[in-house]
């Protein structure tokens, strides 16, 4: 079993804050990770694209470009399918995490988290990253088709292109459909960690797949979580 290691991975910092773009750049790079900071909003897609990191950290308030729109940016660009994106921002409003989460991120952390907390749940991420298994078939199931090789959905023949956590979270409830996964569960088996009621990263998930399936798909179990109905 591969040994999960710091200084395997490469984070891009993009912050316009020079105090704490070095703040976080210290605490990353104390940890082991390779490190690239940028202050710059159009720099940062450009170094993105060349340097093809496996994470990068962004926060919301920018120059030029402000973080949701650098974050739509990068997820235009095919050689960034594999990176993960992470806002880490002052800004904990609900519609600001809302606007981050449609706009492609993999996760929200609000500023100031204690270094021990950021770390956690970047490696959190990035174990999960490197460790997804991959399948080469396509398999079916009543007017879904998923195709894991290539984060492709296909109801009743359309093409669906989800997100990479809107495509996990899919899958897992398709490995296994109409059982009831709690909100746990999927907090754990898709990020990490356990993601509490008051966050909505899983409810605006769950939204968004329900825009690009129906509704018939996805069943809320209130009080208890999700299942998939096939």
């Not at 940028?38 to 994470?55: F, R, T």
């Not at 095919?78 to 996760?107: C, H, K, P, W």
């Not at 398999?139 to 359309?158: A, H, M, N």
Request: proline fraction near 3%; aromatic fraction near 8%; hydrophobic fraction near 40%.
């Amino acid at each position: 079993m591969q040994i999960f290691s710091p200084k395997d991975f490469t984070i891009l910092l993009i912050d316009s804050d020079e105090d704490q773009l070095n703040t976080t750049e210290l605490i990353l790079k104390q940890e082991g990770f390779q490190v690239i900071s940028v202050k710059q909003s159009k720099e940062a897609i450009v170094i993105a694209k060349s340097e093809k990191p496996n994470l990068i950290l962004l926060e919301l308030v920018m120059p030029e470009l402000d973080g949701i729109d650098i974050c739509i940016e990068l997820r235009k660009l095919e050689e960034l399918n594999d990176t993960l994106i992470v806002f880490y921002t002052l800004r904990d409003e609900d519609y600001s995490q809302i606007a981050a989460f449609n706009a492609g991120a993999d996760d929200y952390i609000v500023k100031p988290a204690k270094p021990r907390v950021l770390i956690t749940r970047l490696k959190a991420l990035l174990k999960r990253q490197s460790h997804h298994t991959i399948l080469e078939a396509p398999v079916s199931q009543k007017g879904l088709v998923i195709d894991r090789e290539r984060y492709l959905i296909f109801k009743d023949g359309q093409e669906i292109v989800l997100p990479r956590k809107e495509f996990e979270l899919l899958s897992m409830m398709y490995n296994y459909p109409r059982r009831v996964f709690t909100r746990k569960e999927i907090s754990e088996q898709i990020w990490g960690y356990e993601i509490f009621s008051q966050n909505r990263t899983i409810d605006v998930h769950i939204r968004k797949l329900r825009e690009k399936l129906g509704d018939r798909y996805i069943k809320t179990i209130k009080g208890i979580g999700y299942s998939l109905e096939l």
